[in-house]
């Protein structure tokens, strides 16, 4: 075993020995730390990021403290979740981590895993670290490619205290979620978009210009959100959808199964996109449809895609997309999915 794999099983494996506080305990989001003497540092709104190196060895390390996210009670799931879109996305690899026991620290689950990895910027390892408890997930992610920072790293995760939750079990627990593999990369939020442009010599444009915007969001107890927004310049009235249910993966499959639909208009207010006076809602008709889904990197436009086909038209999609990469499908990326679709402004 080489130097650099035994740091990384130790790591992973949580073995963080508890070392002298060498620096006033600082606060951020709902955790306290402890910040490592001489590492640069860059405090943000959803993260905290401590960073290393060494010019002559051309050693480096970067630790990053993501702000906490809301979370389902299977934390192997939930680190899978985060693995995908921390590792695999943020950085454009499909390095699978090697995953460790399971433990616990201050009564939250931990989750920790390694990969090497090699991209244009990062070759080294990624070393991720998740802690789950209630209802809530926090995140600490390693990049580096030398041991020389290993006691460093153990006494920064070892200082993190959490807030007091109830002790969960690390176990995974049994449900309808994906729990490991590429099914997993699933949870989250997922959203495509359609728009029109007007165009002043086609009086007929103006009709359809404006955009629609669906979004999927889903979860690791096995249930999901859908969210879509439509907006027209012609039309008086902007359509929200709301959607909520269940979902199961089987394979490359997952099948979605609504519990309540609702589609309701709404004024424009001030003529704008912005939700006026409620004009009218109702109940939209239940739709169970099964997917088969894959995910595709569009080398183009450097982005991943959550991809679902299906036999036939849906309710819920609309039409096919009119990319022919994958027939029958429709096309979800991750950008701009922090803004919430069904509020007065987007």
Do not use: C, M
């Given at each position: 075993m080489n130097k650099s794999t035994r740091m990384a099983v130790t790591v992973c494996l949580l073995q963080l020995f508890a070392v002298a506080a060498f620096a006033q305990a600082e606060k951020f989001?709902?955790?306290?730390?402890?910040?490592?003497?001489?590492?640069?540092?860059?405090k943000g709104p959803d993260a905290v990021q401590f960073s290393k190196s060494d010019e002559a060895s051309g050693a480096f390390c970067i630790?990053?403290?993501?702000?906490?996210?809301?979370?389902?009670?299977?934390?192997?799931?939930?680190?899978?979740?985060?693995?995908?879109?921390?590792?695999?996305?943020?950085?454009?690899?499909d390095a699978k981590p090697r995953i460790g026991a399971p433990g616990t620290k201050d009564g939250w689950a931990t989750e920790a895993g390694i990969a090497p990895v090699s991209t244009a910027d990062i070759k080294g390892a990624a070393l991720l670290t998740t802690m789950s408890g209630g209802n809530k997930m926090l995140s600490v992610?390693?990049?580096?490619?030398?041991?020389?920072f290993q006691k460093e790293i153990e006494a920064l995760v070892d200082s993190i205290?959490?807030?007091p939750v109830k002790a969960v079990t690390a176990q995974t627990t049994a449900s309808a979620t994906p729990a490991s593999g590429e099914s997993a990369?699933?949870?989250?939020?997922?959203q495509r978009a359609s728009s029109g442009v007007p165009?002043?010599?086609?009086?007929?444009?103006?009709g359809t210009a404006?955009?629609?915007?669906?979004?999927?969001?889903?979860?690791?107890?096995?249930?999901?959100?859908?969210t879509e927004r439509s907006f027209r310049m012609m039309m008086q009235t902007i359509i929200i959808v709301k959607e909520n249910g269940k979902y199961a993966v089987n394979g490359n499959t997952i099948t979605i199964t609504p519990q309540k639909s609702t589609i309701s208009s709404y004024k424009k207010d001030g003529g704008v996109d912005a939700l006026g006076a409620l004009v009218s809602s109702q109940?939209?008709?239940?739709?169970?449809?099964?997917?088969?889904?894959?995910?595709?990197?569009?080398?183009?436009?450097k982005e991943w895609n959550l991809v679902l086909q299906a036999d036939k038209t849906t309710q819920r999609d609309g039409p096919f997309s009119n990319n022919q990469t994958f027939p029958n499908a429709w096309y979800f990326d991750q950008q701009y999915t922090d803004k919430d679709l069904t509020a007065p402004r987007i």
């Open positions: 989001d709902i955790i306290t730390y402890t910040a490592p003497a001489g590492w640069a540092a860059k630790v990053t403290i993501f702000k906490s996210v809301d979370a389902g009670p299977d934390s192997r799931a939930n680190f899978n979740a985060a693995w995908s879109a921390l590792v695999t996305q943020t950085l454009g690899t992610l390693v990049l580096t490619n030398s041991e020389s205290k959490l807030p990369r699933l949870i989250g939020r997922w165009t002043y010599a086609d009086p007929v444009s103006w404006g955009y629609t915007k669906s979004r999927y969001e889903f979860k690791a107890d096995g249930t999901y959100i859908y109940n939209r008709q239940l739709e169970t449809v099964a997917y088969k889904f894959n995910f595709h990197y569009f080398e183009g436009i």
